[in-house]
């Protein structure tokens, strides 16, 4: 009998899902059905993730998403969450241009609130999704860094961006290229 059970205990454990399946199996598969290589790349990364890891990092930039990705991505992320899965520590879908106001609000709408880091840099933003992005900041408490250059913000939507420097002088916004070289580098070492 000891055997048999051992036996059973040892099969179980040979087929039981790993962490990385169990919590973030949903944004693993979501991420692998866009076919695109580097959301292929990032969703095997993810699969290594262990239940001593607190938090995980979310980069998918200039991987061609477009919005119905964003969408299904978005929901995966939700349920990482609902699933008591690691926090989400930082979120860069920069050079997604097609990802548009829509991409980025939908995915504002579902990602946790205590997210400290998102960049959306030249993801075809306007001043709706600066808006949202100020909003959703304005309900985080441990946001530190807004990261959107490169994106289509008019004068209105930067003196917004001013101000809630201003009122939250820990949170680091970059909402337009310091310079040419600082833009050229960024998308030399983040791209």
């Known amino acids: 009998m000891k055997r048999f ?18 919590r973030m199996q949903d944004l693993i598969n979501v991420l692998i ?10 969703a095997n990364n993810l699969q ?10 979310l980069v998918i930039r200039n991987a061609n998403l477009s919005l119905e990705n964003a969408t299904n991505i978005a929901k995966a992320i939700d349920k990482v969450s609902k699933n008591n899965g690691p926090k ?5 879908m ?7 106001d829509e991409g ?7 990602i946790p609130k205590n997210t400290p880091v998102i960049a959306f840099v030249e993801c075809g933003m ?16 441990e946001i530190n860094g807004i990261y959107i250059e490169g994106n289509s913000f008019s004068n209105s939507m930067e003196a917004k961006f001013e101000k809630l420097r201003i009122e939250r ?4 916004i970059l909402s337009k290229w310091a310079s040419e070289e600082f833009k050229q580098m960024v998308k030399k070492n983040f791209n």
Do not use: H
């Not at 205990?9 to 087929?15: P, T, V």
């Not at 059905?33 to 990032?42: C, H, N």
């Not at 290594?48 to 990092?57: A, H, K, R, V």
């Not at 920069?94 to 548009?100: C, E, G, H, I, V």
């Open 33 to 42: 059905e866009t076919k695109k290589a580097k959301s292929i790349e990032v």
């Open 104 to 110: 980025v609000i939908a995915i504002l709408d579902k």
């Open 169 to 172: 002088p820990q949170l680091t």
């Open 48 to 57: 290594s993730i262990g239940s001593d890891d607190q938090t995980y990092e």
């Open 88 to 92: 989400l520590s930082t979120l860069s």
């Open 5 to 22: 059970l051992g036996i059973v205990i040892l099969g179980y454990l040979w087929c039981a899902p790993s962490y990385a399946e169990f």
């Open 94 to 100: 920069s050079f997604n241009q097609d990802l548009r």
């Open 126 to 141: 306007t001043d709706k999704a600066g808006q949202a992005i100020i909003d959703w900041a304005l309900d985080n408490k």
